[in-house]
């Protein structure tokens, strides 16, 4: 079965300055990997994912992720965050080929952005 | 554009209570699911409809039941409420396929047991 680990449940960080929330996963067959975003008193949406190709990954909103085989890692990046980033990220696996029952989060890492 | 949508937003039940959850969603998906979200805990699925007519056991399932009423309407259904079940409930919905599709969520239920 698969597993995500995130790092970080929380992050407090300056408006302006760059970001990474760290996300590494297990799994012993091909995976696809995605964050979504939740931002306070929502539902989750998509921030962006993997499926195959490049291992660099354009998402909404500025952000971006990076596939890391040897490393079992997708980080997410921001360069510069502003105070509507304010948010808890989910990353989340699923195996090549499963179910979509089969996706599997994170416990989430809260985004706090300051002025 | 409606999406998901779930009702109620916010309920309050005593213990041993029964209640259901209502869900539906108008973008055609064939998929639909039941999450709940503890603090710390990310989402965990508790049953999930792969399509019209089918469901299947989560990683939660206990204590709870589900009827996937046609392709647009899935409930969620606590038979005999416990505090444990105090939790913020998600619907969500998928285009069938392949596990590598995106997930779709409702605003959430909020549920409180006493």
């Known amino acids: 079965a698969q597993s995500v680990t995130q790092l970080d449940s929380q992050v407090p960080v300056f408006e302006e300055a760059p970001v990474e929330l760290r996300c590494n996963y297990s799994?012993?067959?091909?995976?696809?990997l995605f964050w979504y975003v939740q931002y306070p008193n929502q539902g989750l949406q998509l921030l962006l994912k993997y499926l195959s190709g490049s291992t660099l990954v354009k998402g909404i909103n500025g952000f971006e992720a990076e596939f890391n085989k040897s490393q079992t890692s997708f980080h997410l990046r921001k360069p510069s965050v502003h105070i509507s980033d304010t948010a808890e990220y989910f990353c989340a696996v699923s195996i090549y080929g499963g179910s979509q029952g089969n996706l599997i989060f994170g416990k989430g890492t809260k985004l706090s952005v300051k002025p | 554009n409606a999406g998901v949508t779930q009702t109620p937003k916010f309920q309050v039940l005593k213990t041993g209570q029964s209640m259901t959850l209502q869900c539906a969603q108008d973008?055609?998906?064939?998929?639909m699911y039941w999450y709940r979200q503890d603090p710390g805990m990310g989402l965990r699925l508790i049953y999930y409809?792969?399509?019209?007519?089918?469901?299947d056991k989560g990683e939660v399932p206990n204590g709870y039941n589900v009827s996937r009423l046609n392709k647009r309407e899935f409930s969620l259904r606590l038979e005999s409420a416990a505090p444990s079940q105090t939790s913020v409930y998600f619907c969500a919905s998928s285009d069938e396929g392949y596990s590598g599709n995106t997930i779709y969520f409702g605003e959430g239920s909020w549920l409180t047991v006493v």
């Open positions: 799994s012993s067959v091909s995976v696809y």
């Open positions: 409809s792969a399509s019209e007519g089918t469901t």
């Open positions: 973008m055609n998906h064939n998929s």
